[in-house]
């Protein structure tokens, strides 16, 4: 079992910036993929931004790119999601995800919700003047 925790998520006016952590625990020596996924108010979740393990990969949704910064300490078991420039759309729970350690991480796996078996609380991010 994996445990995962999101943080980091407030009020920021248009423009504004805000860093979400992650932090994924439970099996000691394994590194996994991980992910942020975002939930707008009476939408279905969806992908944002994927790291590999080694961070050696990213990838983001055309809304968030140049905008968000996905990164990761594997010595601190936690990533980050570095946002800037947001924007009222931005407003959403924010999710932290591990994916499946068996899958491979490419278009076809990492933008789906039931790829990933572990997942944070989700953390509320608003974005409003």
């Known amino acids: 079992q994996v445990q995962v925790a999101e943080s980091g998520g407030g009020l920021v006016q248009p423009g504004g910036s805000l860093r979400l952590s992650c932090t994924a625990s439970?099996?000691?020596?394994?590194?996994?993929?991980m992910a942020w996924f975002r939930q707008p108010p009476g939408l279905e979740r969806e992908f944002a931004a994927v790291?590999?393990?080694?961070?050696?990969?990213?990838y983001y949704v055309d809304d968030v790119k140049g905008r968000f910064t996905i990164s990761r300490d594997n010595a601190k078991n936690t990533i980050y999601l570095q946002m800037n420039s947001l924007r009222p759309e931005d407003t959403a729970v924010y999710y932290c995800?591990?994916?499946?350690?068996?899958?491979?991480?490419?278009?076809?796996?990492?933008?789906?919700?039931?790829?990933?078996?572990?997942w944070g609380q989700g953390t509320r991010v608003t974005v409003s003047s």
């Open positions: 439970g099996r000691a020596g394994t590194i996994y993929a």
């Open positions: 995800a591990v994916l499946s350690p068996g899958l491979p991480l490419n278009s076809a796996t990492m933008t789906r919700p039931h790829n990933y078996p572990y």
């Open positions: 790291i590999s393990w080694n961070g050696g990969e990213t």
